[in-house]
DNA sequence: AAGTAAGCGGCCCCGTGCAC
DNA sequence: GTGCACGGGGCCGCTTACTT
């Protein structure tokens, strides 16, 4: 026994055929309108024009164009939610590009209208679009996977939030505009500031954002790019949120003030860190190694000493790495850090200053500045020296300290300062050798190199 | 003042589940 | 199949309150 077909595919079908027999949009919902069984079959010239005037009238002389579909709709016992379906799913490029022009509109409507049939129908249509995205920035591609057993210093010091927010912007922008206006229901989101029902993201078409590209430009434009009339107004959508009474308070001063830019890009960035932070929970929910987000604020928690349990709850909630995962990204860091110091110091252009540490050593978890059992070792800093500076401006030091003894002697016994020598004795010295060293490029070198001869001399 | 016990937190290891 | 992230258990040290 055949399966039956379903009225939406059947929709699709009478659609595609009718675009084959180039049918105006119009045209195609007197159609639909006329029949509710979906065989579509084109009726008579002189019936099809009258339905088509009917239809034109219902669509254009009410108040929306959904409106008029409702009634139209209703008075020939057509589905509604068929209606839209058809239309959604239909591939024929002569009916999408029309569909595509009146959809946003009358799908607006229609949402606004508060059908069940239309919501649950939108929401089902939009969901595989947001995980279609969810899905696209959780990949390894897209960068955000942290790598704990393999983060590199530069991983973190070159964090950044609104870089952050930027790429997840654009590699997820139905997600991000969801998002922004559910942080932000009361309206205070600078895309809000038009008012009144707006035409959802997801309906309207690639470079026609609007006041999409407004809020970018607030977090990542110049200063003298900013709408500060838009922003002020904002503000003040905020201030009258927050105090209702000053809406109706005619003492209230409502002029543009100089704070306002300053105070709409706070209230932007903070409303970037709650999306960025529910993306992040997000995508680490989705892949467990999607993780980039978690490991920016574990570094924070483990820097800032956070306890352990404050740490496992945040990491249990998604924000945050759990301890152990810290811990191999510590681990990783120390690795890349010694790797690091070791590169310096062979270059010969840092200095080192040593001191004392003192900790507890029979203890598996040393303390600093225990009187008990105290354990002494000696620390060393590496400064790196100016970058202008090569290790051959330091080979003369190394060539001075050997083969002068008053250099190399410095300690008068009645100062306990040492000895000081100028950079002029250094390149007296160095004439005696078969080349000289190379010219300096600053002051502020030749006073590294000084400092490197006291601190350093046997380098 | 010295000793003791409980609570808490950190570290290490191992097994499990998941993504690639 | 491999690598990664995480949870859980065990062990140990530190702190603090209490007792002697």
Known sequence: ??????????????????????????????????????????????????RR?????????????????????????????DLMLGLLHCTAPEVSAAVDLALPAFLASALGAHSTVVSSFALNATVSRYVEEMLKITRKSAGFHGGVNSVQPADLEDFDLSTVALRLRQDAPLLWDLLSRLTDARGTHPDSSSGGARVPTFLVAPGDLGAHDDAILLNHGEDDEINEEEAVVNVQRAVEDEDPMAVDDPTVVRAPRPKTVKALRRYTALSEMKVVTILGIAQQATNQQCNLIQLYMGAFLRMTHAPDTVVNVLNHIGITVSNQSMDAAVSSLSKAGAKNLLTQGSTKTSQKAFDNV?????????????????????????????????PEHFRFVDIAWQTNEAIRLPRDPSHRRPHKVSYLEVLQLSSTLDSRPPPLPNALPALAVLLNFWVSPSL
């Open 53 to 81: 005037e009917i239809l034109r009238a219902l669509l254009y002389e009410t108040q929306t164009p959904f409106d008029g579909a409702l009634r139209a709709a209703e008075l020939l016992g057509l589905s509604v939610g």
């Open 358 to 390: 003192d900790f507890k050593d029979p203890v598996a978890q040393p303390t600093v500045y225990v009187d008990k059992k105290m354990q002494s070792a000696i620390s060393a800093l590496n400064i790196s020296s100016h970058p202008s500076l090569t």
């Open 1 to 50: 026994m055949p399966q039956p077909v379903p009225r939406a595919s059947r929709l699709t079908r009478a659609l595609e055929h009718l675009a084959t027999i180039n049918y105006s949009v119009p045209e195609l919902l007197a159609e639909l309108l006329r029949t509710n069984n979906a065989l579509i079959v084109p009726a008579r010239d002189e019936l099809r024009a009258q």
